[in-house]
């Protein structure tokens, strides 16, 4: 009989889940991310304008923002999908240096976008591996080391799934963020990216989605969540950022402020009085 090797120099890099960290607001807590004073110009029309946001572990900010507001852009220089032209980076209290997407991946960011980057026609241990393929001793794509841990990680993050053999086209939207997610923190991230992720999605497979971002907080990853829909946001995230023309107009813990509020710091640029307002406030002119 032929004996199976596995090159375990090929396997993730699996710590032990670390410890959860303090959360925003207890003692000794430390920003996950700490972006400061970041600004980026294209062509001289600065698209981000000195914008300072944070991330603590086991929370979910809502980036919010019309179209050019400046939030995707902003957060594709966490990603390193920008390089900053000024502004600073601090990834758990140290200084990052983050120029592309490698760097971030380095330091444990992960970027799920909305069209998911998926390969359709292979299954989703193949996806979850998909340019860091477990390799035999022979030099060989070891499938079954591969669908070992894809089974572990799905297992954790959603235990109901079961389609390992089927191809990713023909699983619902849902099951599609699985595998997209179970991706990005098989290789140990702590900060998640997630853009518009209940887009096109039923109430069944958004209210999936909501239940895994739950299991992600759980675990105290920190996740940026870019979306459009108000009630997804009030739903999933714990604090809001919104931006109008490249600067932060404020936040605000969702608790603290309605959808109507949040509608008005988009479109108008007004802090209501829950929130923290930004230099891209809108100054009332009433109360001079």
Known sequence: ????????????????????????????????????????????????????????????????????????????????AYSRDSGDIFVRGETATIENPRDAKKYGIETIYQTLALADNVDAAANLFL??????????????????????????????????????????GGQRQSVAIARAILFNAR?????EPTAALGPQETAQVGELIKQLKADGIGIFLISHDIHDVFDLADRVVVMKNGQIVGSAATSDVTDDEVLGMIILGKCPPGATPGPGATVDDSIN
């Not at 981000?48 to 980036?63: F, K, N, Q, R, T």
């Not at 022979?138 to 841990?149: F, I, K, Q």
């Open 1 to 80: 009989m032929t004996e199976t090797r596995t090159d375990t120099s090929r396997l993730p890099e699996h710590v032990p889940a670390e410890p959860l960290t303090a959360r925003r607001g207890e003692p000794g807590a430390t920003p996950l991310i700490d972006m400061q004073d970041i600004s980026i110009a294209f062509g001289g029309i600065k698209a981000v304008d000195h914008a300072s946001i944070d991330l603590y572990p086991g929370e979910v900010v809502a980036l919010l923002g019309h179209n050019g507001a400046g939030k995707s852009t902003l957060i594709k220089i966490l990603s390193g």
């Open 131 to 172: 340019g860091r393929e477990i390799m035999s001793g022979w030099g060989t794509l070891d499938d079954g080391a591969m669908e070992a841990e894809a089974r572990r990680v799905m297992g954790r993050l959603n235990p109901n799934f079961q389609r390992f053999k089927d191809p990713v086209k023909s699983l619902s």
């Open 191 to 195: 900060i998640l990216i997630m853009d």
